[in-house]
């Protein structure tokens, strides 16, 4: 069975930066897409950035270059380096896995990130 446990979101003033952490639990965790969604009251669900088994990461447009995701392998885990924060930013961010071949998706419980002055 896989879990999801994100961290480090939090409050955060305009222009600041936060990086938010996943740690997996499970196995097989180099074949899954790893991603990270975020979602605000009334909204659905939005891509934020995603990153393939071999590190090909995908980014939404509107974020124009702002945010870097990464993972590691060996420590089964995925990040998410977010900097030049706007207040449109503030949402609760979701870590996701997927595995490709069988369209299968795992959710962590979420982490809320608030970007206010």
């Known amino acids: 069975q896989v879990q999801l446990v994100e961290s480090g979101g939090g409050l955060v003033q305009p222009g600041g930066s936060l990086r938010l952490s996943c740690v997996y639990s499970g196995s097989a965790f180099s074949i899954y897409t790893m991603g990270w969604y975020r979602q605000v009251p009334g909204k659905k669900r939005e891509l934020v950035a995603t990153i393939s088994s071999g590190g090909g990461a995908n980014y939404a447009e509107s974020l124009n270059g702002r945010f870097t995701i990464s993972r590691d392998n060996a420590k089964n885990t995925v990040s998410l380096q977010m900097n030049s924060l706007k207040p449109e930013d503030t949402a609760v961010y979701y870590c996701?896995?997927?595995?490709?071949?069988?369209?299968?998706?795992?959710w962590g419980q979420g982490t809320q990130v608030t970007v206010s002055s």
């Open positions: 996701n896995a997927r595995r490709i071949a069988t369209l299968t998706d795992f």
